[in-house]
Structures are given as C-alpha cells and as structure tokens.
C-alpha cells in the first residue's frame, strides 16, 4: 500500500512517502528485502527521464533484514519536488528485491502515483474603464491574474447582477480558457451605472480548472468609485493657469527693468 502525505504535494514543498509491504507466504520469510525509487526513468525511446523528486536525509532505497510471514512493513521516504515541477501525476517505478528462505532471489517492480498540484491563487483588477461621473454607459475591463505556481484551465468569468449597474453587453459571461503561470487575460462587460450612484459594486464569479481538472468557483467583489469627467484635465488646467500667471510676472518684471533701464539713460 502507499500513502503520501500531503497529497498532493505542492511544487518545491516536502513530502513523506510510506510503502507497506506485506509477507503473503504462509511459512516463508523474506530476506534482505530492499525497496527503491526509480527516480531516473527509461523512455521508450531510450532517454534517461529526471522525475521531480529527490531524496532528503536520506537515500532513495530503504532495506530490512526479514520480514516474517504474515508481517507488514513500512518503508518511509522523505521526498522534495522540484520547485519547477510540473503539475501533473507522477508514476513512479518501485523496485522491490529480496529472497527466501533457501536463498533465492525475487525481483519485482511496481508503478505507484504521486500528485504534484498547488492551490490556484487568482486575483482581479479593473485595468480600466470608459466610464465616470457623467459618462455612464461604457466598458469595463477585468483583468485576471494568475498569481500561482499551477496553470489554470477552461476560465469563464460571470458578471453578477448589481443595483449599482444594468449590464447592457450582450451577454454577462466571458470565456478567457487557460491561463499560466505569472500571466493574466482581461474580460470586457458594458455596463449603465445608475444614476446618483458614486461608488459601483462589480460582483464577479469565476469558474475554472486546475492542472488535475478539479473543478473551483470563486465570488471576487470589486468596488469602484466613480471619477469627475476630465478629472486630469481638471489638474492640467491648473498647472497651465499656473503657468501663465508665472509668465505673465516674468514680463511684468521684464517690462519694469527695461523701464528703468530707459530711464537712468535718459538721466545720463
């Protein structure tokens, strides 16, 4: 039997191996029995294949002198996955070798799983939107950004109803697909945000799949206050009145010295 704890482990993480093994002879011990992970494995076409894991504080084979008839027993490995381990199902040889009472050796080797997945870790900005104080029919776009180690697979994301806003594109739901790893897709709704309302609630629901195809829905809230129309306009305009004022003092001044300048010559 085998056991893996955490299962699934996530990449870069540790985890604890336990194969049990058993003595089904009735009278026969096993001898010298030694169990050990095929961690290098040989493709069909003949290539030598690194499986993401290695071996801590030990090695990656474990050995007992017997073990008796009708007995189990553990052979425990401490295992650490890369931490650019794909996510995906591992199968791992295991080589089983002992003998028997009159000395004879057996060989067996058999094929065990392990899961090397992490938790999804998504998170949604607005990276823009056409509408404001005024203006208010027009797009917003959702940015979805994969923050975690695992791809993600088979996104849609749903625009809830809210009585801040009416959603007048011509569906609520949008199909991004996969998204990897340290990467993002954006989803565009339109919208009416209602009148007198300053601060608009946008509730989302997510729907994907992880590197194993297990299923998970998210509701994210997304709150966005309202701008004034032209709000950078507003402080360009300052910044240009400034500006005038400034210029307009330069050639008071400007003026003035040129007065005197005139005026001690015409002294002289």
């Known amino acids: 039997s085998v056991k893996l704890t955490p299962d699934p482990v996530e990449p870069g993480k540790r985890a604890e191996l336990i194969l049990a093994v058993k003595n089904l002879a009735p009278s026969s011990n096993l001898r010298d029995v030694s169990v ?6 040989i493709q ?43 996510s995906k199902i591992y199968k791992v040889p295991v080589t089983i070798t002992y003998y028997d009472d009159v000395g004879r050796q057996y060989q067996d080797t058999k094929i065990i799983s392990i899961n090397v997945n992490s938790e999804p870790d998504l998170y ?5 939107t056409t509408i404001d104080k005024k203006t208010r029919t027009g797009d917003v776009i959702f940015d979805v950004v994969n923050q975690g180690v695992s791809d993600i697979k088979l996104l849609s994301v749903k ?3 809210h009585t ?54 998210e509701n994210i809230q997304i709150t966005h206050k309202l701008r004034d129309p032209m709000g950078n306009g507003k402080g360009n305009g300052t ?25 001690l010559k015409e002294e002289d």
């Not at 071996?55 to 474990?62: G, L």
């Not at 949604?124 to 823009?128: L, Q």
């Not at 594109?169 to 209602?194: C, H, P, Q, W």
Request: net charge negative.
């Open 124 to 128: 949604v900005i607005i990276e823009g």
């Open 44 to 86: 069909q076409t003949g290539m030598m294949i690194d499986l993401p894991f290695a071996p801590v504080d030990s090695t990656n084979k474990k050995a007992i002198s017997r073990i008796l008839p009708g007995q189990t027993t553990e052979f425990r490995f401490s295992l650490i996955t890369y931490p650019d381990a794909e």
């Open 164 to 217: 801040s806003f009416e959603i007048v594109s011509t569906s609520n739901i949008e199909y991004l697909g996969n998204i990897d790893s340290d990467d993002f897709k954006s989803a565009r709704f339109r919208v009416n945000v209602e009148n007198e309302v300053d601060e608009v609630i946008f509730p989302l629901t997510l729907t994907y799949r992880d590197a194993l195809n297990n299923e998970f829905t």
């Open 239 to 263: 910044i240009i009145i400034l500006l005038i004022l400034v210029a307009v003092i330069i050639f008071w001044q400007y003026r003035r010295r040129q007065k005197r300048k005139r005026a």
């Open 159 to 161: 625009l809830q109803k």
């Open 36 to 41: 050990e992970l095929q961690l290098m494995t």
